[in-house]
């Protein structure tokens, strides 16, 4: 298909879902950015080798992939026109993206317990990584939130049906990938000391 054809809305739509994908892409150029410099900066002297990531991190990596299903299930209900599966599904999404943030700061207590602070005199190269790169999630998860939010009220506002799921689409688009790019993040922070 051109991507010249088509309807104004049509066009709209493309053009749309195609800005939230360069947006995307400049992320994980980011996020491909901070964990380059991660690996280049454990070759130090300073670097640890033999810490444990908080289990709290491990606790959102499961609290993030069911919000993912969540937002999956919304997305079919309102398919299926049961709007009140929807306000449910969505609202769960949402609570469960404040319990990854909770969660994320549970973990920086957890390091900060250990000794390790972001900075000063205590603490280390490896962990200030580790807060960088938990802090720029954090950051995308809750502009996902507030696309959350957005997309309740639009959904209370019944703007949103199984012909008109743009604005719907798009922040289900997000929240999957700030989801997936948790698992790669923690997953690497997990397995490359």
């Not at 800005?19 to 670097?47: H, K, P």
């Amino acid at each position: 298909m051109d991507l010249t054809e088509g309807t104004l809305k049509e066009k709209t739509n493309r053009a749309k879902k195609m800005m939230l994908w360069f947006g995307i892409a400049s992320l994980i150029m980011s996020f491909a950015g901070l964990t380059s410099a991660y690996i280049v900066s454990s070759n130090r002297e300073d670097w640890l080798t033999d810490f444990q990531l908080p289990n709290a991190f491990a606790i959102s990596a499961v609290v993030i992939i069911i919000s993912s299903l969540t937002f999956i299930l919304a997305k079919k209900a309102l398919k299926e026109s049961r709007r009140q599966f929807v306000t449910i599904w969505l609202w769960i999404t949402l609570i469960l993206g404040v319990v990854f943030i909770y969660n994320q700061f549970l973990g920086f207590n957890q390091i900060i317990d250990l000794g390790y602070n972001f900075t000063g005199p205590t603490s280390n190269i490896t962990m200030t990584f580790i807060f960088i790169i938990a802090i720029a999630h954090i950051f995308h998860v809750a502009i996902g939130l507030i696309c959350l939010l957005v997309v309740i009220y639009n959904h209370f506002k019944q703007k949103y049906n199984a012909n008109n799921m743009l604005g719907f689409e798009l922040a289900a688009t997000f929240w999957h990938f700030v989801d997936i790019l948790w698992l790669y993040l923690f997953l690497f922070l997990y397995f490359f000391r």
